[in-house]
C-alpha cells in the first residue's frame, strides 16, 4: 500500500537556525512528489513538484530534495512567517488515479 | 488566475440534515478533486473529476456523499444525512494536465451539533 511518512510532527525553531524536514514514501512507482505548506484555516499552498531521484528545487529560504525512498526539506536561516504545517504528498503511478497521499504533515513554528 | 474558490468557508449543521459545498476550480483547469482534512492529519482523498466525468472515488465516499461537475466547470458535493463524523474540512483542488501541481481552495469547515 502507498504510504508517505512525515518526521518531525512538530519542529521549534529560533529565528535563524537551519533545520530540514524529512517525508519518507513507500510507493508502487512514483510519478511525483509534491510539496506545500499550510496555514491554519487555510488550503494548502503549493510549493514544489520533484519528479526524480538527485532532483532539487529551491525558492526563497526553502530547498527540496528527493532520492529513491525520501525527501527533505530543507529550511535555511527561516524567520516568523515561515511558520506553518509542511505537508508532503506523493503522486503514484496505477490505474486512472490521480489523487495525491498525503503525510500528516510537520508543524513548524519559528521564534524571533 | 483567481484561484479555486470555495463556498460556503464555514457550515454548521444538526446531525441528519443534508449539507451541499460548491467548487469553482482555476478557469482553464480540467481536473478537479475532493479532499477531506482532519485535525492533525494530511488531506485524504475522495474523488476526481476530468471534465465532467467522474473518474474516481475512494472508499471513504459512502453512499451519503455524491458530488457532480455539471459542464466540466464547478463541482458540488453533497452530504445526505450528516453524522458527527462528517465533521471536517472539505477541500476542493483543481489542475491542468496529469501530474501538473493541484492547488487547493481555503476549504470548507463542517462542523456538525
Known amino acids: 500500500e502507498d504510504q508517505v511518512t512525515q518526521s518531525p510532527e512538530a519542529l521549534r525553531l529560533q529565528e535563524g537556525e537551519s533545520s530540514s524536514l524529512n517525508c519518507s514514501y513507500t510507493v508502487s512507482g512514483l510519478r511525483g512528489l509534491f510539496w506545500y505548506r499550510q496555514d491554519p484555516g487555510k488550503g494548502p499552498e503549493f510549493l514544489f513538484t520533484?519528479?526524480?531521484a538527485g532532483e532539487e528545487k529551491e525558492k526563497e529560504r526553502l530547498k527540496a530534495t528527493l532520492t529513491k525512498k525520501e525527501s527533505f526539506l530543507h529550511i535555511t536561516a527561516p524567520k516568523p512567517e515561515d511558520s506553518a504545517t509542511y505537508l508532503c504528498?506523493?503522486?503514484?503511478?496505477?490505474?486512472?488515479?490521480?489523487?495525491?497521499?498525503f503525510g500528516t504533515g510537520t508543524l513548524l513554528a519559528v521564534q524571533p | 488566475d483567481t484561484g479555486v474558490s470555495q463556498d460556503p468557508r464555514h457550515k454548521i449543521t444538526k446531525r441528519g440534515q443534508n449539507v451541499t459545498f460548491r467548487c469553482d476550480p482555476i478557469?482553464?483547469?480540467?481536473?478537479l478533486y475532493w479532499y477531506r482534512q482532519t485535525l492533525g492529519q494530511g488531506p485524504e482523498f475522495l474523488t476526481y473529476f476530468q471534465n465532467e466525468a467522474q473518474l474516481e472515488k475512494s472508499r471513504l465516499l459512502s453512499d451519503r456523499f455524491s458530488a457532480e461537475r455539471p459542464k466540466g466547470s464547478f463541482s458540488t458535493l453533497e452530504i445526505q444525512r450528516t453524522e458527527q463524523g462528517d465533521s471536517a474540512m472539505y477541500l476542493c483542488?483543481?489542475?491542468?494536465?496529469?501530474?501538473?501541481?493541484?492547488?487547493f481552495g481555503d476549504g470548507t469547515r463542517l462542523s456538525i451539533l
Open positions: 478557469s482553464e483547469h480540467n481536473r
Open positions: 504528498a506523493v503522486h503514484a503511478y496505477g490505474g486512472a488515479t490521480n489523487k495525491l497521499i
Open positions: 483542488a483543481s489542475s491542468g494536465d496529469s501530474n501538473q501541481p493541484q492547488h
Open positions: 520533484l519528479y526524480s
